[in-house]
């Protein structure tokens, strides 16, 4: 087990399965698949929210909902921050957000908007620094505390 | 952060708890950054990224009734993205199902909340709002509370206004409030740059490319980029705040860039100059080979992607009057020089509502039409927001619409080739 510290940007605890993108996490990408049939099947009951971002081959396919994800930034459109917000709101989001870099605009708006107007808890953590990135890898069990450790356990 | 007293007061809930709660969210949206302080906004307009009624937004939707109902309005009028969809554009009866009845099928109960909020006029659905014609074009040095990447980098770079990256629904609450969280973008040290970017072309460099490169390189950081202005001049004309479009919007889409310095072009770069270099900056050398590399690392998600091409995109973002007349002129050269009366692939040039008006004036308007091209104010990425266009082979010279769905890249030149013919 290691011990990453950083900053509490939305505080919670939560243990969860790692999920990492070493590049950019382009949100309106990554939902853009799973927004497409919203009311039907997209955010819904029975898929688990597959990345649709075809430019990031470690996530592109994987299911996010639930899972710790573990990221620099994000990136792209400044759908962004309501997309996290919509995730939020149904229910759908990754289990808490970690980032190695300080947190972007979108990302922390996404975060915020889902803290102060709806009842999910997504823990957010960020500054955790590059060797945070380095040694998590998908699939790890990550454990989020309040004061913005993390605990990443290599089984 | 220090509030004043009136937006402490709002905080603790002297405006109603609806109120209080868009100001706690800015507020922790500015801890979040270590802002001292909220600044007054101060363009004249605002600009929403939020443009469409997508069934699974419904939270989205219900927060904006929520502010509604407490009788919360913008301090601005604003302008908004482009609509997702438009009769014009071509597509099938099993999309048109798709379309209206699955997807956007919220589209009716959004466009009245925008009305009720403050759209500046049903006409002003587009994400090239800073166009002249359409009329939502900051002043330098003005703080904004815009979301719309490609618009907010436009904004931040060619105009001189200050913007952060915020997102959809935060910045109809920067609107709403009338101040914003001051960091990042807004501040002096914000927009120094962080990388000096040397382009070392021996050919004009694609916008889209070139703007892909240098997002994906950089992030969210700033750029400093040296050896354009060789190939866009020094003054910003029409020509070249169209190519700056297009290369930020690229820059946005696949990094997080929010403003780029022109040396010599962009008016803080030609105001400062090297000053705007952070001391430490990385260096970015971008060469004829790199940008061939990074063409070549797109991928193409087509099922199959030798097919021929079914639909053709051009303006994403949407094209400013001189554009689309270029690309009139250049399709109808083109056909006539391959010999053809129509288009070889449906076409579809997106441009905001008053361009189109001023454009269907000109002398080129009745023969493209003629000739089979669309002209349409839609979202070409809200109409391929779909699984149906997946099995669709969709060509763009848009870099920003290649990220977010299944179209394939192709140059200005190649989609020209391939639209009146001539493609080999």
Same mark, same amino acid.
């Given at each position: 087990m290691k011990i990453f510290q950083g900053r509490v940007v939305v505080p919670g605890t939560v243990t969860a399965e790692a999920l990492v993108s070493h590049?950019?996490?382009?949100t309106l990408a990554s939902y853009q698949m799973a927004l497409q049939f919203g009311d039907l099947k997209? !955010? /819904?009951?029975?898929?688990?929210?597959?990345?649709?971002?075809?430019?990031n081959p470690e996530l592109?396919?994987?299911?996010? !909902? /639930?899972k710790a994800l573990c990221l620099p930034q994000t990136i792209g459109s400044t759908t962004g921050g309501m997309i996290l917000f919509t995730a939020c709101a149904l229910g759908k989001q990754p289990a808490c957000m970690l980032f190695s870099k300080p947190i972007d605009s979108l990302a922390a708006s996404g975060a915020i908007l889902g803290d102060v107007w709806t009842d999910a808890v997504m823990p957010v953590v960020d500054q955790l620094g590059d060797e945070f990135l380095e040694y998590v890898k998908t699939g790890m069990s990550i454990s989020v505390k309040e004061n913005g450790i993390v605990e990443v356990h290599d089984s | 952060m220090k509030l004043n007293e009136e937006q402490q007061a709002m905080l603790d809930g002297s405006r109603g708890a609806v109120m209080a709660k868009i100001m706690k969210t800015l507020v922790m949206y500015g801890d979040a950054f270590d802002a001292e302080r909220m600044v007054p906004v101060t363009s004249r307009y605002g600009h929403t990224v939020i443009s469409f009624g997508l069934g699974v937004m419904d939270p989205v939707y219900d927060l904006y009734d929520e502010i509604l109902s407490a009788g919360i309005l913008p301090e601005q009028k604003f302008t908004a993205d482009?609509?997702?969809?438009?009769?014009?554009?071509p597509s099938g009866p099993l999309e048109d199902l798709v379309f209206k009845k699955?997807?956007?099928?919220?589209q009716e109960r959004y466009e009245q909340q925008l009305k009720k909020l403050g759209?500046?006029?049903?006409?002003?659905?587009?994400?090239?709002?800073?166009l002249e014609l359409v009329g939502n074009a900051p002043q330098k040095g003005d703080v904004l509370s815009w979301a719309e990447s490609s618009a907010v980098v436009y904004a931040n770079s060619v105009l001189g206004a200050r913007c952060n990256r915020n997102s959809g629904i935060l910045e109809m609450m920067g609107s709403i409030a009338g101040f914003v969280p001051e960091f990042g973008l807004l501040t002096e040290e914000g927009r120094k740059a962080d990388w000096v970017v040397e382009v070392r072309c021996e050919k004009k460099p694609e916008a889209q490319l070139l703007g892909s490169a240098i997002g994906m390189k950089v992030m969210e950081e700033v750029p400093y980029i040296k050896g354009l202005d060789a190939w866009l001049g020094t003054e910003l004309n029409d020509s070249a705040k169209a190519y700056l479009k297009d290369f930020g919007a690229a820059t946005a889409s696949n990094g997080a860039v929010g403003l780029y310095h022109i040396e010599n072009l962009t008016p803080e770069a030609v105001e400062l100059g090297e000053s705007l270099?952070?001391?430490d900056a990385k260096v970015y050398v971008i060469d004829d080979a790199e940008l061939e590399r990074v063409h070549r690392e797109y991928p193409v998600i087509w099922k199959n992607p030798d097919a021929n091409p079914q639909l053709a995109f051009v303006g994403c973002p949407h094209l400013s009057l001189q554009q689309l007349t270029d690309w009139a002129r250049a399709v109808l050269k083109g056909l006539e020089a391959n010999g053809?009366?129509?288009?070889?692939v449906p076409t579809v040039f997106t441009a905001p509502v008053p361009v189109i008006r001023e454009y269907?004036?000109?002398?080129?308007a009745w023969p493209l039409k003629k000739a089979g091209v669309v002209i349409s104010y839609i979202c070409p990425l809200m109409y391929m927001?779909?699984?149906?266009?997946?099995?669709k082979a969709v060509i763009t010279s848009s870099n920003k619409l290649r990220t977010y769905t299944s179209a394939k890249y192709c140059t200005d030149s190649e989609i020209l080739d391939i639209i009146t013919g001539g493609a080999k």
């Open positions: 590049g950019g996490f382009n997209a !955010m /819904g009951k029975d898929t688990e929210v597959a990345c649709g971002d075809q430019n592109y396919k994987k299911p996010m !909902m /639930g | 482009p609509k997702p969809l438009d009769p014009k554009v699955l997807m956007y099928n919220r759209i500046t006029k049903d006409e002003d659905y587009t994400c090239a709002c800073y270099i952070k001391p053809r009366k129509r288009v070889a269907e004036k000109t002398i080129y927001n779909n699984p149906l266009c997946k099995s």
